[in-house]
């Protein structure tokens, strides 16, 4: 079984940052990329960035300049390091890890629970 586990969520001002862990554990012989999206309130899940196990990136229009995405390949940990935040990235964060071969399964897609991103005032 494969889990991911978010961290790093939680409240900031507007200007301000955050940085958001996740960590995939369990029976893992690779993962193709790792990455994040978002659901805002009343709003569809959204890609944020992604990364390959190679480090190429991907990023969402809304957050590039302000967004960084990374990657720990030795760790199965993905980083977001959030700057320049504002009220519209307010959201639940969700870790995706795709690609991912177990000793019983090829080729599948995990996500984390969510953690929640709230800028205000």
């Known amino acids: 079984q494969v889990q991911l ?8 001002q ?8 996740c960590a995939a554990s369990g029976s893992i012989v690779t993962i193709k990329s790792m990455g994040w999206y978002r659901q805002g309130p009343g709003k569809q899940r ?3 960035a992604t990364i390959t196990t190679g ?8 957050v590039k300049g302000r967004f960084t995405i990374s990657i720990e390949n030795a760790k ?3 980083y977001l390091q959030m700057n320049s ?3 519209e990235d ?5 870790c995706n890890a795709d690609g991912v071969t177990t000793p019983y399964y090829y080729d ?11 800028v205000s005032s």
């Open 108 to 118: 599948m897609d995990y996500w984390g629970k969510g953690t929640l991103v709230t």
């Open 90 to 94: 307010t959201a639940v964060y969700y």
């Open 5 to 12: 586990v978010e961290s790093g969520g939680g409240s900031v």
């Open 46 to 48: 959204d890609l944020v």
């Open 76 to 78: 199965n940990t993905v």
């Open 55 to 62: 480090g190429r990136t991907n990023y969402a229009e809304s």
């Open 14 to 21: 507007p200007g301000g940052s955050l940085r958001l862990s």
């Open 85 to 87: 935040l504002k009220p």
